[in-house]
């Protein structure tokens, strides 16, 4: 499956490249695994990885807020439980937001729009 990802910068130069990232993950993925993913790398990611150990961040999607992880990545709070598959769920996109930001839905929708 492949789920579509863009954050929110929080320094000059930490995302040069920034924008709309796809991400494969297998079929049966579950939030914990994509999270991962988002914060560490891997499946082939090209992405800027938040380093920050400054500000926490908010993980959003298109079915609502799933996770709010700490700023140092120590901690992941799950709003959605981390075991529940994504195809389950009909996650297609994520974002990565400032932690005490909460973006209007409709804008995040229109950055993944094609």
Do not use: C, Q
């Not at 993913?37 to 082939?44: Q, R, T």
């Not at 901690?75 to 439980?81: A, K, L, S």
């Not at 598959?85 to 937001?97: D, E, H, I, Q, T």
Request: proline share 4%.
């Amino acid at each position: 499956m492949t789920v579509k990802y863009n954050r929110e910068s929080l320094s000059m130069g930490d995302d040069v490249y920034n924008g709309v990232y796809r991400i494969e993950m297998p079929d049966d993925a579950t939030l914990g695994e994509l999270i991962h993913v988002l914060l560490h790398g891997g499946n082939g990611n090209d992405w800027p990885i938040p380093t920050t150990s400054v500000i926490g961040w908010v993980i959003y999607s298109d079915i609502g807020r799933l996770a709010d992880v700490s700023a140092d990545k120590k901690r992941i709070d799950y709003i959605v439980p981390e075991g529940s598959k994504l195809s389950a769920l009909g996650v297609r996109w994520v974002y990565g937001a400032r932690e005490g930001e909460e973006p209007a839905a409709a804008g995040l929708a229109r950055l993944f729009e094609e």
